[in-house]
Each structure stands twice: as structure tokens, then as C-alpha cells.
């Protein structure tokens, strides 16, 4: 079992992964260089690797999926008014606080799908905005997958690739978890990344490393990508030994993120049997939950799972997002649906009545 400090469970999400005592025997081992020259083989070999997974020609090591992000779209942007076409639910608009307006004078324009799951192509003709009067004009499509742990159909991409190039758009993927839609589906790395000119792909997420983002573009990509990511502070030096962890990560946990599904998809086909909602389709690991027909309140369920060792958001409504991790065993589905079940049990003697409407629109978190 992976090592936890404190011995409780974290399911609020997939960032909440610790560093293990095996990471920092590998640190140890890293090269030393200095990363802003580009001299630390660590972090090169590192690049390398990313970039060849996702079937691109470079990669830059950065420090957070905000950064990688933010390089990839003001890399692709140059002069405004221009705009950034979005799914209303993804990182990129409700997130990154503001950095596409900051720092690439870019306006967002978000898209709700019209089939409440992922991004068509004919939402993205419908919502191009191409009167150069009035109106920033679409200069990049911005697509996230997952987004709140759905995976976005390949076909789906490739028909909105043909479009934006018949356009002369570009695209950029906010593949912060791309590798779970990879282990799910069997899609290999490079089948998505082949129709996107910059990638970026978290490493501190569910794959575990502690601290890290990669992009992944073209080569002239990238060299305006580091040159930029030096102007925003981002430069860092000796961070080969961050490099290798991720690097073990990649290769150890990666691999185990499809049993991370189905433990997600185990414990939402019990929160169902007690006759709780799931408010999004449970995917890979994340798993979007509505507590009122069982009169049960998240904070309720969010207190009797801290007795027990495990930590779930709260919110002082019915509804909550849990997030699987390689670090999360199976004993805790067992756990939560133990506790859900008691509450449930005793809930059927309460006769105080519940006042909850359901939200329409709800925009689910995808931090």
C-alpha cells in the first residue's frame, strides 16, 4: 500500500496523491543541471519521452497544468483581438484565473454542448465568431478531455480538426487528464495529440508526481513556449530530480488507472442502490454525486466518513464531486457505502421533510 502520512483517504481529488518514500530514493539519482539553459538531462529525457508519447516533436517541463495551459494558448495566439473558443465547463475559463485575458488580451468564448457531454463539431461552427467589425474573431479551439472524468470521442476530435483546419484555426488540448481517457479507452497518446499544436498533460494529478505539467507541441512551438515561460517567471533551475519522479510515475502509475475506473464506477453503482443520483456519467475516476432523494446532506456524509478515515469535500448542499486516485484501496468503496448506507437506514426515521431543488445548468468543477 502506498505510503499515507496520516492515514486518511482523500478522495476530494486526484491531486491529493503523496510523494512515496520510493520518489525520494529516485530523486536522488537525478541529474543536476540547469534547466532554463536546457542542461539538465533529467528534464530533456523527460521532454523526449512525453513528446514522443504524444506523437509530437518537443516538450516543455513546467510546474502546473495552469502554466502549460496558458504557454500553449499564448503561443498559439498573436495578435489580439482574437478569441479562444471553450467548453463552458472546462479549466481553461473557470479556473485558471483569468489568465487567458491576462496573458494573451484573448477573450473566451464558452460553449455549452448541445449534448450536455462533450464539444461537436457543430457546436463549434455554430459558436465561431468571425465578424472582424465588432468582435474578437476565433483563433484557437480549446478542448479538454477528460473534462469532469468524461472522455471526449476521438472521432469528435478529428471532425472538429478538419473543420478548424478548413477554417485555419489552430487547436490546443488541455489534456490534464488525457491519461486517463488513454488507459480507458486503449487509445494510445499519439492518436489524440496527432490533431492538436500544443498539448498540455498533468503529471500531478492522477499519474502522482508531486509537482508538474508538460506542453508538448512543435518544435518552433516550444521554443516560443520556453522563451515565453521565461518572461512569466517560470524558468527553474535543478528540477531534474522533480523530472525523474514524474518519469517513475509515468511508468508505474499510469498503468493502474483503469482499475482506479473501476473502482470509481464499483463505488458509484452502490451510492446508486441506496437511491443517490449521479448528476454526470462516471467515466474513469471521477464521480459526481446528488445526496437529496436519500434526504442525506454532503456535509453529513462528509462527517461520518472523517470518523472513518476519509476525507470528502463539503458543501452545505446535496451534491459533490469524489475524485479516485492510485493511492485510494479498495476498502474504502466498501467504507463510504457502508457509511452512505447507515445514514440511508437512519434517514427512513427521520420525518423531517427535505426542500431541494435540483439545479438547472450546474457548471461541475473540473479543478
Avoid at 543536476?32 to 542542461?39: A, H, I, K, L, Y
Avoid at 495566439?77 to 479549466?91: I, K, Y
Avoid at 491519461?179 to 480507458?184: C, F
Wanted: charged share 20%; hydrophobic share 35%; proline share 5%.
Amino acid at each position: 500500500m502506498p505510503h499515507q502520512r496520516n492515514r486518511f483517504y482523500d478522495i476530494t481529488s486526484d491531486t491529493a496523491t503523496e510523494p512515496t518514500d520510493d520518489m525520494f530514493g529516485i530523486m536522488k539519482t537525478a541529474s543536476r543541471g540547469d534547466d532554463v539553459f536546457g542542461d539538465d538531462s533529467s528534464v530533456n529525457a523527460l521532454e523526449a519521452h512525453v513528446a514522443q508519447l504524444l506523437g509530437q516533436e518537443s516538450a516543455l517541463f513546467c510546474v502546473s497544468g495552469c502554466m502549460t495551459n496558458q504557454l500553449g494558448l499564448r503561443t498559439l495566439l498573436e495578435q489580439p483581438p482574437h478569441s479562444v473558443l471553450v467548453d463552458a465547463r472546462s479549466h481553461i475559463f473557470n479556473y485558471e484565473c483569468g489568465g487567458l485575458a491576462y496573458h494573451s488580451q484573448a477573450s473566451a468564448s464558452p460553449v455549452v454542448p448541445h449534448n450536455g457531454h462533450h464539444i461537436t463539431v457543430q457546436d463549434v461552427e455554430s459558436n465561431l465568431i468571425t465578424d472582424t467589425i465588432c468582435s474578437p474573431v476565433t483563433k484557437v479551439v480549446a478542448l479538454e478531455n477528460t473534462l469532469n472524468g468524461s472522455i471526449m470521442p476521438l472521432d469528435e476530435i478529428r471532425r472538429i480538426r478538419e473543420f478548424t483546419l478548413s477554417q485555419g484555426l489552430k487547436m490546443h488540448l488541455d489534456g490534464a487528464r488525457l491519461w486517463n481517457a488513454s488507459e480507458e479507452t486503449g487509445v494510445p497518446l499519439h492518436e489524440y495529440g496527432q490533431y492538436f499544436d500544443t498539448i498540455s498533460v498533468c503529471l500531478s494529478k492522477g499519474v502522482g508526481a508531486p509537482i508538474g505539467s508538460i506542453l508538448a507541441g512543435s518544435r518552433q512551438n516550444i521554443i516560443r513556449a520556453r522563451h515565453i515561460r521565461k518572461l512569466m517567471g517560470g524558468g527553474w533551475r535543478q528540477a531534474g530530480f522533480l523530472a525523474m519522479t514524474a518519469r517513475h510515475c509515468i511508468d508505474k502509475v499510469v498503468p493502474t488507472m483503469k482499475q482506479t475506473h473501476l473502482l470509481t464506477r464499483r463505488l458509484a453503482t452502490g451510492l446508486k442502490a441506496l437511491g443517490m443520483e449521479l448528476t454526470y456519467p462516471c467515466e474513469t475516476n471521477m464521480l459526481f454525486l446528488n445526496t437529496a432523494p436519500t434526504g442525506i446532506t454532503v456535509n453529513a456524509l462528509a462527517a461520518a466518513l472523517e470518523k472513518c478515515g476519509i476525507i470528502m469535500s463539503k458543501d452545505s448542499g446535496y451534491e459533490v464531486r469524489i475524485v479516485f486516485h492510485y493511492q485510494i484501496p479498495e476498502h474504502v468503496v466498501d467504507t463510504v457505502i457502508s457509511v452512505a448506507s447507515e445514514l440511508v437506514e437512519k434517514r427512513k426515521f427521520d420525518p423531517t421533510p427535505i426542500n431541494y431543488v435540483r439545479p438547472t445548468g450546474t457548471i461541475y468543477p473540473t479543478k
